[in-house]
């Protein structure tokens, strides 16, 4: 079986999920697990690192090569990250002296990182100071991220499923909006999405006939104005009676700021305690003196495996699993990606250098966004339209889906509480 | 078949829905079409009464026996209400003589309301009514509510499924939070529920094993002590490094008032343009200098058809279908309850009369709170988990849940928005 891949290397593997989650990331790690198994069990174990890289630094580990199947499949459907992640960068040349040395001590030759553009820049560098220590050492990255952001991939696992969910909700509660006459009938949905507004733009998804919900979207590719926003949810409430708008969390105003900035105080120097949805919901409300409803799904949206998008989740599973593959070949430095066949949909896997990905985002393309800069073209939604397809019947347990917990990540927690320094 | 019923009334019937959707509330239009055309189809034609009891008053109704069979099963798990709802009280004595002179222009003899506890009202005012008058007529009370707060029924349809998709989001969402080290790992989650906290405690039923999500619960049947609430959010994050609360948005503190009262301000005078979740996470972020993520799932809780509980769908059917039953036996003045039967989980209906349940409010039972007045009971979570059990597949379109709406609800659209009195 090794002869279809490169020059046979013998060490341990080591998978290691960072940053936020995504409702399919775990599957990915079942990608991962699975593809060793098969192909380069002889060589070592496979570990995995508990919350991120400070899980190597630290030793904490636990077998994944060991893993039970029942785990193993519940595992494939649960979210969160099942292995703990952590937001946290390493930047001194120390810290990463110090982490090849954790690599050399367990003998790991094979890492996975399952991340966005943060960690594709930590597994860029830990590829590099190998080849320039001459460690032999095989670096993958695997994409994730509800934000579908990283640049040179169709899309990104996550997306999908964060899509659908999104999509579901918007539809559901805009029947609701649509059929239920009341005094606040202006919904504002907060989406998330800090600088692209792939997420905000799957809302349109749900909008199936003409002056279906949602009948605006703000994205923050498109600079925020106040003025213009208040005119077309005026429009759009004077025709119909109701509105429903979808905005990123990410909106900026043409000089850059944010709209709501997190800092307590608004752009507009109003103090909120809210999100960006509650900014927008207090400009309505004073200007247009209608009482809005504002929803904020929060990390619903990356956790939302209840409703998992099949093609997501198998795609998420395929990345994994190629990760495998392309280390075994004999590469290292390079981010697997997903490849959109021309005909009808489907996805092969191609693969990207890791410093292209590195901290670049990817935006929506401005041809994609209406002229109006509120709504989104038939050209995005026929991107979109196949991500969200099928779905996943999931085990439950007294009515609720049965998901999975890893052994060893609870005890390791109340360690790694509290001592995570944030992210750059 | 007739002959199992009371007297044979000659007639139409009329099916109006009113106040907040459920998840369900269209399952139980399709009970009242299915016993309908089953036992009654030779009495007359039944109508649906569009947007509420105006669409009585306005003659805008729409033939239901005429309904095609694809519509009809779209329908069962279709979100909103597919009549159209209004949040509309009628108050004067005119209003309702000139609703009884629209019964008899159109010879409606059954009316089925479905709603809660204030649509039990009007039906007892429309049965007085017709009594008085000596118009022959039988009008049933249909429950719904996601707020489980009507009383002399075991629970209301539409609380089920509500119930199960804010323990799906709390269980996925305090994974989420459980394996991600991050900056805000506090979760207040805001959940409907002006004066009962039924909505609030089910999100206990996401909690399996020990300090997971929810740690700490909020129900307005519990007088809101803002000290004693830092307290036990401190000792919960000192604890484990994270905390995830559940809140009701109806939280009033030990004089009664609300702590989030809608005005723009809190009770304790901060100007606040979030809700209820955005007052606690101010509250927290201030005294704790930690930063709080806020979900508000707003209407999504009431329209979350994509996760129905398979018992709560049935049950609304069962309800709704009970009512016809109850009419062509001669009954009026009645609403449907659920019975619990005693061993394992099933329930029978039984009836009530309408004016003992108009605007009655079931709070939570004070011994199913914890003495800490934070939490449930085992009491509780033992009523409430056969509520949440059982999935329902639903037919997809494009990846997303194939929902319908009915002819002629748009078209009236228009006129009723906007003229719409809001409820008392």
């Not at 690599?103 to 860029?124: C, E, I, P």
């Not at 460690?135 to 996550?158: A, Q, S």
Request: charged share 25%.
């Amino acid at each position: 079986m090794e002869g279809v891949f490169g020059l046979k290397l013998s060490g341990n593997g080591v998978i290691v999920q960072s940053g936020g989650p995504t409702a399919v990331i775990n599957n990915s790690i079942c990608g991962v697990i699975w593809g060793w198994q098969k192909w380069a069990a002889g060589n070592g174990t496979l570990y995995g690192a508990l919350y991120g890289i400070r899980g190597m630094l630290e030793d904490n580990l636990i077998n994944l090569s060991a893993l039970d199947q029942r785990t193993f499949n519940a595992l494939g459907y649960t979210p969160g990250a099942a292995l703990g992640s952590c937001r946290y960068k390493l930047t001194a040349d120390e810290d990463y002296m110090e982490l090849l040395q954790s690599f050399k001590k367990r003998n790991v030759r094979y890492l996975f990182v399952v991340g966005g553009n943060d960690s594709m820049d930590t597994a860029d560098k830990v590829h590099r100071l190998a080849r320039r220590e001459k460690y032999e050492m095989r670096v993958i990255g695997v994409p994730k991220t509800i934000d579908n952001d990283l640049p040179f991939t169709d899309h990104c696992p996550g997306y999908g499923s964060a899509a659908k969910y999104l999509a579901t909700t918007v539809l559901e509660s805009g029947i609701d909006l649509e059929t239920l006459i009341t005094s606040n009938r202006i919904v504002i949905l907060e989406a998330m999405g800090r600088n692209a507004g792939w997420l905000t733009a799957a809302a349109a998804l749900a909008r199936r006939g003409r002056g279906e919900a949602p009948h605006l979207l703000y994205l923050p590719e498109v600079p925020f104005n106040r003025e213009q926003f208040l005119e077309e949810v005026e429009e759009v409430y004077r025709d119909r009676g109701y509105a429903y708008v979808v905005a990123s969390e990410g909106l900026k105003d043409s000089s850059g700021r944010y709209v709501f900035a997190g800092s307590g105080k608004d752009s507009f120097g109003h103090a909120r305690l809210g999100g960006l949805g509650d900014t927008l919901k207090g400009l309505v409300e004073e200007n247009m003196g209608v009482k809005v409803r504002c929803l904020n799904l929060g990390t619903a949206q990356r956790a939302s495996a209840h409703y998992l998008s099949r093609v997501d989740n198998e795609e998420a599973f395929l990345v994994g699993r190629q990760a495998v593959r392309l280390a075994l070949s004999g590469h290292s430095g390079l981010m697997v990606t997903l490849v959109r066949e021309e005909t009808d949909y489907a996805c092969r896997t191609g693969s990207i250098e890791l410093d292209r990905v590195a901290n670049v985002e990817k935006k929506m393309p401005l041809e994609w966004i209406s002229p109006a800069g509120n709504d989104v073209t038939a050209a995005f939604l026929e991107y979109a339209r196949p991500l969200i397809r099928g779905e996943v019947a999931l085990p439950t347990r007294e009515g609720l889906p049965d998901y999975t917990r890893l052994p060893g990540l609870a005890r390791y927690r109340s360690r790694a509480a509290g001592e995570c320094r944030p992210a750059v």
